[in-house]
């Protein structure tokens, strides 16, 4: 890769954030919809060409070697780790203070990149990650962890499990020796986020072991708990969100802590919807598909479309969301025992500026402001604060 395009990649990236809202182009902009039965986390790959998955004659199901990971592509397109953590820090000191925030932890953790960039700036900062998806903390074992160091493994414990039954998750291990090979490759690597090679190690290394659930398991009161990327919309039930916000208290520092999440709305997000950003080796795609607007339900899929490899990944991530509002998130947090709500929210471009500009930039010098009262937009995210 030439200076110039290194270049562009690194302030493209400076530019994206957990924002699906900013699209730059309107290429394969169909308004296709998606059957809200559809598989969660099922993967599709088929050939560019065939870009309507419901006429898809040459569905491939197994990935080529040479296709990367829908992991890769979705932390180099979706998230924003630096961005978060700077917020965590602010709201940690502004809320509590006294201290600097060292403990994370990171439900709905995913590929726990946060937690990854967590460590990179302080080598007393712990994370523990929990999520339901043991191939993407494998993953994360595997390709985020090794980037940070030799102490990387030392300083993280991946719990696999359900955050509503936190103490029976599993802690995920990794082999010694994978652990030593990972890190051997992959040393000197200066930031996760720009790294497009994963470390070339066989898939599966991580085990899990039976007798070591969170439950059994010694982990220092945290300072942060955080669930980002609205995934606290993957909850359903009012009684499972306060049962979380419950457990997420349970695990802070008596002597204070935050529980931090993010939420998104606006009148464009109880409708369908379809925005897509370019990255240099592929377009992602988000599609939200309709509103049930007595259920406040709606299905969120993620498509990656490769250009080199001239492929689509297809449903690479599939959700099943129901969109919260932020009164009802205040009175859950409430009712679980949180002494104080903060709000900070922030506008995001409306749908029609998005359209007509080139995309990259739109919104990206918005900051999050702490707000009490905030009139309906087109679109706006929000970072939800619980004080304990
Ligand atoms: C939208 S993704 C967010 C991933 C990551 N936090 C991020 O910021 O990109 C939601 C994640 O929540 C996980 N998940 C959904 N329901 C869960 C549950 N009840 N307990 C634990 N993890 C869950 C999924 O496996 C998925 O990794």
Redesign the pocket.
Known sequence: MGKREKQKQKHDRSQRG?DYYLQDNNEDDTSTMLSPSHNEDEDEIEDAADSDADNNDNNDQHPSHDMPSKFLL?QQS??SPKGDISYLQKFFLMYVGGRVPLHLQ?????TA??SAEWLRSDPRKTAVG????LE?LNWCLENNIPKIGADGFSRISLFH????QPLQSKLVKIDPEELVRNISLSQNTENLQTDVIESDVPTSSAAQDDELTMNNFTLSGRDIVC?????CC??HKRAELVLYFKHARDALSKKGGIFVMDLYGGTSSENTLKLQRRFPNFTYVWEQAEFDIIQRKTRISLHFHLKKEKRKIRHA?S?SWRLWTLPEIRDCLEEAGFRAVHFWVREMPDSTEITRTEGFGVGKDIKYEEATSFQQQDSWNAYIVGVA
């Open positions: 957990r979705y979706v998230q990171e439900d709905f953790c995913g990149l946060l929990l999520d339901l998806d993407a499990g359900n955050v509503l669930a980002f990327n609205y995934s993957c909850l991530f959700y």
